[in-house]
């Protein structure tokens, strides 16, 4: 494991009503909570010698300033945008700024649900989009930047 100081900074931002997930729409999300995904993810982390931060906001404008304020500080981003995913310029234009390795990530299926989810204003701008594997999904994103910016 790389130490604290040498080691490759990731980000993970989730979006809003996220803060909800084990009690929201199960069905679509599962039964894990935000606390649990976050759990698992600092965990592989720890695995693979990177240092991880989460945030999560109901916030458009939250969500703008963190992304700003990691600029120059992290090298790798995952980000479930949740519902502005797919109306937030703002956000994409975020994700431009920050200039790092990004991988988009939602826990549902976003292509077999309602047509206007179909949409998303990161995708042509990330490296990829995981979508429909739940909590894996963000550990398989996680598992893929440590190879991109090893
Ligand atoms: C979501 C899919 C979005 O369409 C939705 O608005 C969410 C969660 C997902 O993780 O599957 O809030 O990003």
Redesign the pocket.
């Known amino acids: 494991m790389a130490d604290s100081r040498s080691a490759k900074r990731i980000l993970v931002v989730h979006g809003p009503?996220?803060n909800m997930l084990g009690q929201r729409e199960p069905g679509?999300?599962g039964s894990r909570s935000l606390a649990d995904i976050n759990q698992a993810l600092t965990a592989k982390a720890a695995e693979l010698g990177l240092a991880l931060s989460t945030f999560q906001s109901n916030h458009e404008g939250e969500i703008v300033d963190t992304m700003q304020q990691a600029a120059g500080r992290v090298q790798g981003l995952i980000i479930?945008p949740?519902?502005f995913?797919?109306t937030s310029v703002a956000i994409r234009d975020a994700v431009l700024l920050l200039q790092v390795p990004t991988i988009e990530v939602?826990?549902?299926n976003?292509h077999s649900r309602e047509p206007f989810?179909r949409h998303s204003y990161i995708a042509d701008i990330a490296m990829a989009q995981i979508s429909g594997l739940g909590e894996s999904g963000y550990l398989f994103a996680l598992e893929a930047l440590a190879k991109r910016i090893a």
Do not use: K, V
């Open positions: 009503n996220l679509h999300y479930n949740a519902a995913t797919h939602h826990l549902s976003i989810r």
